[in-house]
T-cell receptor, first 112, second 115 residues
Framework: QKEVEQNSGPLSVPEGAIASLNCTYS??????FFWYRQYSGKSPELIMS????GDKEDGRFTAQLNKASQYVSLLIRDSQPSDSATYLC????????????FGSGTRLSIRP | GAGVSQSPSNKVTEKGKDVELRCDPI?????LYWYRQSLGQGLEFLIY????????KSGLPSDRFSAERTGGSVSTLTIQRTQQEDSAVYLC?????????????FGPGTRLTVL
C-alpha cells in the first residue's frame, strides 16, 4: 500500500463547476497535510495546508480533512482553465525529523 | 530574497559516469529535501536534511546515490555510475523547518538524461 494515494485522472471538469480532488494516506499519526499544484514542466507550488479535522477555505479553494477516515480532499469552486494542472497531495508526521511524502498526483483538466 | 536555486538546469551524461547536482536553499531555511520526478509521475522522496540532525536517507534508491549538506546550507546530490533509469527531474525544496506549517519551496529542478 502506498503511503499517499491519489487517483491519477485525468479528471475533466467544465469551466465554472466544482472540481473535487481526493487523497488517502496510510499512516494514522500523520498530522500535516498539503496540496500542491504543478503545471506541466514547472515545479510544485503550495496551494493549501491543513492540520485539523474539518474544512479550511482560501478563496476558491477548500481543503477538507478527515483523520478518522484518513483522507484529505481539495475542492476548487468556479473552476477556470488556468486551474488545469496536476494536483499533488503531501503528508507529514508531526515531527521536525519527519519527511514529507507526496502522492502521484491527479491531473485536472478544465474544459471551456 | 532569492528562492531555491538548482544547478545545472540540464545535465546529459553517459551511462556509467558520475554526476553532481547542486541545490542552494532559501537563506535561513533549516530543512532541505531532494525528490525525483520521472515523466508523468509524482514526486519520489530521496533524502531529507533538518538542521544538524542525521539526514533521513530512507528514500535513496541505491548506494549509488548520496547527498551531503555543507554548513547547513548548500546541498549536493551525487549519483555514481549513472544508469538510464536514473533519468528524471531532480527537485530540491527547502523550508523553515517548523513542526507545522512547513511549507516547502521548490527549486526549478535539474533534468538529468542518461544516455
Amino acid at each position: 500500500q502506498k503511503e499517499v494515494e491519489q487517483n491519477s485522472g485525468p479528471l475533466s471538469v467544465p469551466e465554472g463547476a466544482i472540481a473535487s480532488l481526493n487523497c488517502t494516506y496510510s499512516d494514522r499519526v500523520s498530522q500535516s497535510f498539503f496540496w500542491y499544484r504543478q503545471y506541466s514542466g514547472k515545479s510544485p507550488e503550495l496551494i493549501m495546508s491543513i492540520y485539523s479535522n474539518g474544512d479550511k477555505e482560501d478563496g476558491r479553494f477548500t481543503a477538507q480533512l478527515n483523520k478518522a477516515s484518513q483522507y484529505v480532499s481539495l475542492l476548487i469552486r468556479d473552476s477556470q482553465p488556468s486551474d488545469s494542472a496536476t494536483y499533488l497531495c503531501a503528508v507529514r508526521r508531526y515531527s521536525s525529523a519527519s519527511k514529507i511524502i507526496f502522492g502521484s498526483g491527479t491531473r485536472l483538466s478544465i474544459r471551456p | 530574497g532569492a528562492g531555491v536555486s538548482q544547478s545545472p538546469s540540464n545535465k546529459v551524461t553517459e551511462k556509467g559516469k558520475d554526476v553532481e547536482l547542486r541545490c542552494d536553499p532559501i537563506s535561513g531555511h533549516t530543512a532541505l529535501y531532494w525528490y525525483r520526478q520521472s515523466l508523468g509521475q509524482g514526486l519520489e522522496f530521496l533524502i531529507y536534511f533538518q538542521g544538524n540532525s542525521a539526514p533521513d536517507k530512507s528514500g535513496l534508491p541505491s548506494d549509488r546515490f548520496s547527498a551531503e549538506r555543507t554548513g547547513g546550507s548548500v546541498s549536493t546530490l551525487t549519483i555514481q555510475r549513472t544508469q538510464q533509469e536514473d533519468s528524471a527531474v531532480y527537485l530540491c525544496a527547502s523550508s523553515s523547518g517548523g513542526l507545522a506549517g512547513d511549507t516547502q519551496y521548490f527549486g526549478p529542478g535539474t533534468r538529468l538524461t542518461v544516455l
